[in-house]
């Protein structure tokens, strides 16, 4: 059973940058053929795919946030992480991680989700 659990501050200031881990156990973040994402939820709103980290190291990210995110991994802790610059009040939303086979469309694992507050 793959689970993944997001860990990160739960409160950033606007201007700041915000950094998320996500732990993979039961399954390692290189196997073939898995994409690992970040998903967020802002208050009221939808979900929004931020990018995504495919098992052989490519990244992919969303047009609108390209140019303030990046996610990385550390495959000796199986662990992936997003980084989000110059976060504003804007970002305030439930974070996942979450894992998609190549050539499905849905998550088969999500995280439990992690609150993150841009707040002064």
């Known amino acids: 059973q793959v689970q993944l659990q997001e860990s990160g501050p739960g409160l950033v200031k606007p201007s700041q940058a915000l950094l998320l881990t996500c732990t993979v156990s039961g399954g390692s973040i290189t196997t073939n053929y898995y994409y690992w994402s970040w998903i967020r939820q802002p208050p009221g709103k939808g979900l929004e795919w931020m990018g995504a980290i495919h098992h052989s190291g490519i990244t992919y990210y969303s047009p609108s946030l390209e140019s303030r995110t990046f996610i990385s991994r550390d495959t000796s802790k199986n662990q992936f992480t997003l980084q989000l610059s110059s976060v504003t009040p804007e970002d305030t939303a439930v974070y996942y991680c979450?894992?998609?086979?190549?050539?499905?469309?849905?998550?088969?694992?999500w995280g439990q989700g992690t609150q993150v507050t841009v707040s002064s």
């Open positions: 979450t894992r998609r086979a190549t050539g499905w469309a849905t998550y088969d694992y």
